[in-house]
């Protein structure tokens, strides 16, 4: 479908409301006018089923009683597949069930779901008073056919109690918006998004225009009525690709949804859906101020001065009297900045006058803007509504250009939960807790802003963000010193948390190669608080106690050897894995959701314990092995697939069976595989990777694959019937993805140098994956 023809979606709603309003005619005109024939029964836009000559009654047959339509049929927006919502308004005519039944069992029969009720209009008045779905409904209420004197009172009643009742009826209201977050998530930043109820979606419009109907709040404006017809045009195309009435639009019908709508693709379609349901969202929060203003009474009048030429008033921050946003290119960060750090909205007329009348930015920009775009950054987490402001009134695209390429970009990963633009300002905002511990928190600032810009560009995202840092350090005026640390900052941005989780610490070939790169303790220092900011903004997939613990060890390796130290010897193992070993034979330990295996080192044994854990239905998020001397350590961090976990005892005694040679886990994983349900979405094909100039005493194999149960087990002992000994290995999963890497050695303890060999290992460990 073309664009032109997506755009008749809102056409084709209003065409099957018509539709739908001469069909609900016809039934009502029959109902009220005599006995109830069964036979022609039929829906909207069937021809005969009630004729005019039969079912015409006359002005007497429907005094009294009246059909109004509420929900998506009271709006004109009915989707393919929206229910029917009724109200039956009666004077308190003693046929009236004879009535609702004449026209509520042919629209069951027609197959239309349908939510009814019939209420005299004091009974609707009183149902609105406590229900908040039903006031809602019916202060949009749009009469059918009928009695038009009754739909009257009753809307005209139902808005008079609302806006007198606006202080409670409205906290009531953003309860139930704050629980539909809750529950939903944030429409722009969902792989997944429910388009109705998530934050951003149709129901937060909604929500808005009920405000409007309280007179607290202006009606929302052309943009958020554009964005609401986008949702409706989506929702429009979901129910026609999947042919029922779906408000969640799931990974593996955004492809089709697009091309209801005209667009190139998925990727297309949720950068659209992303802007939309932040504009959306933005909104929302605009009208939120405005009535909590009414619910908590009005802010202190008077003007306290924040900054240059910018003062607080009515709780918001606006321009001092007398300023001109046309002479002072800076002023529109500088009003920013003010704001984010006195944890205060910046005004929308405010903002408004800004974008419209701020003049362009000197390039190279002046060092009074370049520092207070820093301090805007460095106000933390108060700078991200800010920055989401100035992003909606089109500030930062013309501040910084290639931002456009980035804004609303998706990523379509379950690891990640926002935006790419969105994600950078989150980043930037963690990075701030960090601007104590490093020489150059402006630098550190700037970087966690810009770190994955190339993210907008064809190719590797840190190569492409290298050369996009530089342009964008030299235009806010960095000398070039401070541009190459930047570049250097955002080309590297991911190489210590993936060196840390996908290499040997104890390798002394990985410590240099990672001081070669950074080249300098100031470097260092900023990429290591990068790495936390980054992790945490990417979602709790990709940041937790182990990483860290990973990073902070390769950070003070790194260190070390940038101050012309030694590398750090090869750890011993602790007072705790040493008393474990004591066991001779091997040892357990579990600690809810640690799992450590000490005993003497042999092949097979970290695959063979993985086996253990997966027969058991735990799923291993992370582990590390690594040899001290004759002796393995094995941890594992692990969760229950579903469920509670098992019972330790039991897991313990049969990773002990496994360690003595006396279980086979073989069979058990083979009864899981053939209980397994294949994925419910396709998914990349596996890939293995034999990372060259990675170690000089092992092969280092990197495996990338969808997680499954058993997929240690299997990568494991393929390696295992290639004669392999896995040395040491990180294992990690994001999300439904395990990246895990492994360092083996043939049966001489040597690394694989034959190529023939290294081809064969490859193809056994992907067979292994199919």
């Given at each position: 479908m073309m664009r032109g023809e997506a755009r008749s979606f809102a056409a084709a709603r209003k065409d099957r409301a018509a539709d739908i309003d001469r069909w609900l005619t016809d039934l009502f005109r029959t109902a009220s006018a005599g006995p109830y024939a069964r036979e022609g029964r039929g829906g909207p836009g069937t021809k005969g089923a009630f004729p005019d000559e039969r079912g015409a009654a006359g002005p007497?047959?429907?005094?009294?009683?009246?059909?109004?339509?509420?929900?998506?049929?009271?709006?004109?927006?009915?989707?393919?597949?929206?229910?029917?919502?009724?109200?039956?308004?009666?004077?308190?005519?003693?046929?009236?069930?004879?009535?609702?039944?004449?026209?509520?069992?042919?629209?069951?029969?027609?197959?239309?779901?349908?939510?009814?009720?019939?209420?005299?209009?004091?009974?609707?008045?009183?149902?609105?008073?406590?229900?908040?779905?039903?006031?809602?409904?019916?202060?949009?209420?749009?009469?059918?056919?009928?009695?038009?004197?009754?739909?009257?009172?009753?809307?005209?009643?139902?808005?008079?109690?609302?806006?007198?009742?606006?202080?409670?009826?409205l906290a009531e209201l953003r309860t139930a918006a704050d629980k539909r977050a809750e529950s939903n998530g944030e429409l722009?930043?969902?792989?997944?998004?429910?388009?109705?109820?998530?934050?951003?979606?149709?129901?937060?419009?909604?929500?808005?225009?009920?405000?409007?109907?309280?007179?607290?709040?202006?009606?929302?404006?052309?943009?958020?009525?554009?964005?609401?017809?986008?949702?409706?045009?989506i929702r429009h195309g979901l129910q026609l690709v999947t042919a029922r009435g779906a408000d969640r639009l799931v990974l593996q019908e955004q492809d089709a949804v697009a091309g209801t709508l005209g667009m190139l693709d998925a990727e297309a379609l949720m950068r659209?859906?992303?802007?939309?349901?932040?504009?959306?969202?933005?909104?929302?929060?605009?009208?939120?101020r405005t009535v909590?203003?009414?619910?908590?009474?009005?802010?202190?009048?008077?003007?306290?001065?924040?900054?240059?030429?910018?003062?607080?008033?009515?709780?918001?921050?606006?321009?001092?009297?007398?300023?001109?946003?046309?002479?002072?290119?800076?002023?529109?960060?500088?009003?920013?900045?003010?704001?984010?750090?006195?944890?205060?909205?910046?005004?929308?007329?405010?903002?408004?006058?800004?974008?419209?009348?701020?003049?362009?930015m000197p390039v190279p920009w002046p060092e009074e803007a370049r520092g207070t775009l820093v301090a805007l950054l460095g106000a933390g987490r108060a700078a991200v509504p800010v920055w989401e402001e100035l992003d909606q009134a089109g500030v930062l695209v013309r501040l910084i250009p290639d931002w456009e390429r980035v804004r609303h970009r998706p990523q379509r990963n379950p690891v990640h939960r926002f935006t790419v633009d969105r994600h950078l300002i989150e980043t930037a905002a963690g990075a701030a807790a960090f601007t104590r511990e490093v020489s150059r928190p402006d630098l550190l600032l700037i970087s966690a802003l810009l770190h994955d810009i190339g993210k907008g560009w064809p190719g590797d995202h840190s190569t492409t963000g290298e050369v996009v840092a530089r342009d964008i350090g030299a235009r806010i005026g960095l000398p070039p010193p401070d541009v190459e640390i930047l570049a250097t900052v955002v080309r590297h941005h991911l190489l210590l948390p993936e060196t840390a989780t996908r290499r040997d610490l104890d390798d002394p070939v990985t410590i240099s190669t990672v001081a070669k790169a950074v080249g300098s303790r100031e470097v260092l220092e900023l990429l290591a608080a990068l790495a936390v900011a980054d992790g945490n903004a990417t979602g709790p997939a990709a940041w937790n106690a182990w990483k860290a613990s990973l990073v902070s060890d390769l950070v003070r390796r790194v260190r070390s050897v940038l101050s012309g130290s030694s590398p750090a010897p090869a750890p011993v193992l602790s007072a705790e894995q040493a008393a474990l070993a004591r066991h001779g034979g091997g040892a357990v330990r579990i600690n809810r959701s640690a799992v450590t295996v000490v005993a003497p080192d042999r092949p097979g044994l970290l695959w063979r314990a993985a086996g253990v854990l997966a027969a058991h239905r735990m799923v291993v998020r992370a582990a590390s092995a690594a040899s001290a001397g004759s002796t393995a350590v094995i941890d594992f961090v692990v969760v229950p697939e579903?469920?509670?976990?098992?019972?330790?005892?039991?897991?313990?005694?049969?990773?002990?069976?496994?360690?003595?040679?006396?279980?086979?886990?073989?069979?058990?994983?083979?009864?899981?595989?053939?209980?397994?349900?294949?994925?419910?979405?396709?998914?990349?094909?596996?890939?293995?990777?034999?990372?060259?100039?990675?170690?000089?005493?092992?092969?280092?194999?990197?495996?990338?694959?969808?997680?499954?149960?058993?997929?240690?087990?299997?990568?494991?002992?393929?390696?295992g019937e290639c004669g392999l000994d896995v040395r040491a290995a990180r294992v990690e999963t994001l999300g439904a993805e395990a990246v895990d890497v492994f360092y083996v050695v043939d049966r001489t303890g040597r690394p694989i140098t034959d190529e023939q060999q290294r081809l064969q290992v490859r193809e056994h460990v992907l067979t292994a994956l199919r």
């Amino acid at each position: 479908m073309m664009r032109g023809e997506a755009r008749s979606f809102a056409a084709a709603r209003k065409d099957r409301a018509a539709d739908i309003d001469r069909w609900l005619t016809d039934l009502f005109r029959t109902a009220s006018a005599g006995p109830y024939a069964r036979e022609g029964r039929g829906g909207p836009g069937t021809k005969g089923a009630f004729p005019d000559e039969r079912g015409a009654a006359g002005p007497n047959g429907i005094s009294g009683v009246a059909l109004v339509a509420v929900g998506s049929l009271g709006r004109a927006e009915l989707a393919p597949g929206s229910d029917l919502d009724l109200v039956l308004l009666h004077n308190g005519r003693d046929d009236v069930g004879q009535i609702a039944d004449r026209i509520w069992y042919p629209i069951w029969d027609s197959g239309i779901g349908l939510d009814h009720s019939v209420r005299t209009v004091d009974e609707a008045v009183k149902v609105a008073r406590e229900d908040l779905k039903a006031v809602l409904g019916l202060i949009q209420a749009r009469h059918v056919v009928g009695d038009p004197e009754l739909t009257r009172a009753a809307r005209e009643a139902v808005l008079a109690e609302w806006r007198a009742d606006s202080r409670r009826r409205l906290a009531e209201l953003r309860t139930a918006a704050d629980k539909r977050a809750e529950s939903n998530g944030e429409l722009a930043f969902l792989l997944e998004p429910d388009l109705k109820d998530a934050r951003g979606g149709l129901r937060d419009v909604q929500a808005m225009q009920a405000v409007a109907a309280a007179w607290v709040a202006s009606a929302p404006g052309p943009r958020v009525r554009e964005a609401y017809e986008l949702l409706l045009d989506i929702r429009h195309g979901l129910q026609l690709v999947t042919a029922r009435g779906a408000d969640r639009l799931v990974l593996q019908e955004q492809d089709a949804v697009a091309g209801t709508l005209g667009m190139l693709d998925a990727e297309a379609l949720m950068r659209r859906l992303a802007e939309a349901g932040r504009t959306i969202s933005h909104a929302f929060d605009a009208t939120w101020r405005t009535v909590d203003r009414l619910l908590t009474g009005p802010a202190p009048r008077g003007r306290r001065p924040l900054a240059d030429g910018v003062v607080e008033h009515g709780g918001e921050v606006v321009l001092a009297r007398g300023v001109n946003p046309r002479n002072d290119p800076a002023l529109v960060l500088r009003a920013a900045a003010a704001a984010a750090e006195a944890g205060l909205p910046l005004a929308p007329a405010t903002v408004s006058a800004l974008a419209a009348q701020s003049p362009p930015m000197p390039v190279p920009w002046p060092e009074e803007a370049r520092g207070t775009l820093v301090a805007l950054l460095g106000a933390g987490r108060a700078a991200v509504p800010v920055w989401e402001e100035l992003d909606q009134a089109g500030v930062l695209v013309r501040l910084i250009p290639d931002w456009e390429r980035v804004r609303h970009r998706p990523q379509r990963n379950p690891v990640h939960r926002f935006t790419v633009d969105r994600h950078l300002i989150e980043t930037a905002a963690g990075a701030a807790a960090f601007t104590r511990e490093v020489s150059r928190p402006d630098l550190l600032l700037i970087s966690a802003l810009l770190h994955d810009i190339g993210k907008g560009w064809p190719g590797d995202h840190s190569t492409t963000g290298e050369v996009v840092a530089r342009d964008i350090g030299a235009r806010i005026g960095l000398p070039p010193p401070d541009v190459e640390i930047l570049a250097t900052v955002v080309r590297h941005h991911l190489l210590l948390p993936e060196t840390a989780t996908r290499r040997d610490l104890d390798d002394p070939v990985t410590i240099s190669t990672v001081a070669k790169a950074v080249g300098s303790r100031e470097v260092l220092e900023l990429l290591a608080a990068l790495a936390v900011a980054d992790g945490n903004a990417t979602g709790p997939a990709a940041w937790n106690a182990w990483k860290a613990s990973l990073v902070s060890d390769l950070v003070r390796r790194v260190r070390s050897v940038l101050s012309g130290s030694s590398p750090a010897p090869a750890p011993v193992l602790s007072a705790e894995q040493a008393a474990l070993a004591r066991h001779g034979g091997g040892a357990v330990r579990i600690n809810r959701s640690a799992v450590t295996v000490v005993a003497p080192d042999r092949p097979g044994l970290l695959w063979r314990a993985a086996g253990v854990l997966a027969a058991h239905r735990m799923v291993v998020r992370a582990a590390s092995a690594a040899s001290a001397g004759s002796t393995a350590v094995i941890d594992f961090v692990v969760v229950p697939e579903y469920g509670s976990p098992p019972d330790p005892a039991t897991l313990e005694a049969d990773l002990r069976l496994v360690l003595a040679g006396r279980l086979d886990i073989e069979q058990r994983l083979a009864r899981r595989t053939r209980s397994m349900r294949p994925p419910r979405v396709p998914v990349a094909p596996p890939r293995v990777t034999l990372v060259d100039d990675a170690s000089n005493t092992a092969t280092v194999v990197e495996v990338r694959a969808h997680d499954r149960p058993g997929l240690l087990w299997r990568i494991g002992r393929a390696f295992g019937e290639c004669g392999l000994d896995v040395r040491a290995a990180r294992v990690e999963t994001l999300g439904a993805e395990a990246v895990d890497v492994f360092y083996v050695v043939d049966r001489t303890g040597r690394p694989i140098t034959d190529e023939q060999q290294r081809l064969q290992v490859r193809e056994h460990v992907l067979t292994a994956l199919r």
